[in-house]
């Protein structure tokens, strides 16, 4: 069973099954800057105009590609790595301090939520 | 003097008081709740270097235990209202740190909560969240500002191990009630296994 549909399930991460449906792009907003958030540990993305992700399928995209999941329903946190915080509004946290690092995963992630290389 | 249980943070204000009641001479267990993966490792990181430089300090040993909560986290961000998250999550820290105290014979609790500071800090969220546990509670910085605070941690050497870089957690909602009320708490928990939840972390829990 997917780690996301139990509740109380954290750090295990769900990895991709096989039989998964085909899952449809994700709309990928245009975003500011990737900022480094206030207490400097990670990179912070703002879309310009908020979204409202259906982060089942968001999640769904992720574990197709073999991309670790953790699903808190109102946010997911990607392993790509480094971590991911998805939020519904499309707010992403990169759970790191390096900027390269946090540009790559940005890159990354937007292929793979919205099919398109970058 | 009394042993008692700490819950630091890794933040600026934990050490702090952990430092006052140190030096009153309290036998004092730190515990911190992980709050993985909805924050990096620099809490725990914080944590263990504050405790390092207390311990020599002091010269008292300081056991640290380390309670997992991310799990507790998802659960509580997927059965109950994100806007009393944060008086919901203080509530099972508080009970993961009571357990700890009556296991470890320590007769109350700390922490270095200073009221109005953060939303989880409002006199009626304080409120909401102690009615979890029956232990009395100790907040030596309670009646401090922040710049006071600030300095009593420059002048033991532990702001600037708070002020490193790291992810602030992940899971505070957007916009925390600042005004909870104890009926509407209750009735949050009654979706959830309080029991088994808080038997299921300290079933996990390590001392570090």
Partial sequence: MPIGDRAGADSEPATASPRLAPSPSIPWPAYRTLELCSSRGGFEAVPLREVRWDLAQVRRRLERARIPVVDARVLLIATLPPAVTIARSGRLLFKTPVAVEATAAFDRLRAVLSGASS | ?208
């Fill in chain 2, 1 to 208: 003097m009394a042993r008692g249980v700490m819950l630091m943070s890794g933040g600026i204000d934990s050490p702090v008081a952990l430092h006052y009641l140190l030096r009153q001479g309290h036998e004092m267990i730190a515990v911190h709740m992980d709050n993985r993966p909805f924050t990096d490792d620099s809490p725990l990181e914080k944590v263990i270097d504050h405790l390092a430089l207390l311990r020599a300090r002091y010269g008292q040993p300081i056991p640290l235990f380390l309670v997992p909560h991310g799990s507790t986290q998802i659960t509580l961000m997927r059965s109950t209202d994100r806007h009393v998250g944060c008086v919901l999550c203080r509530r099972f820290m508080w009970r993961a740190a009571e357990r700890i105290a009556e296991r470890e014979g320590a007769t109350f609790l700390a922490t270095g909560e200073a009221l109005g500071q953060v939303a989880s800090q409002t006199l009626a969220n304080m409120r909401s969240a102690t009615a979890a546990v029956r232990l009395p509670i100790v907040r030596p910085l309670i009646g401090l500002d922040k710049r006071e605070i600030e300095t009593v941690a420059r002048s033991i050497g532990t702001y600037g191990i708070s002020t490193r870089p790291g992810v602030c957690c992940q899971a505070v909602p957007d916009r925390p009630a600042t005004r909870s009320h104890l009926v509407q708490i209750a009735n949050e928990e009654t979706r959830l296994d309080v029991n088994a939840i808080v038997d299921d972390c300290l079933r996990r829990a390590v001392q570090l």
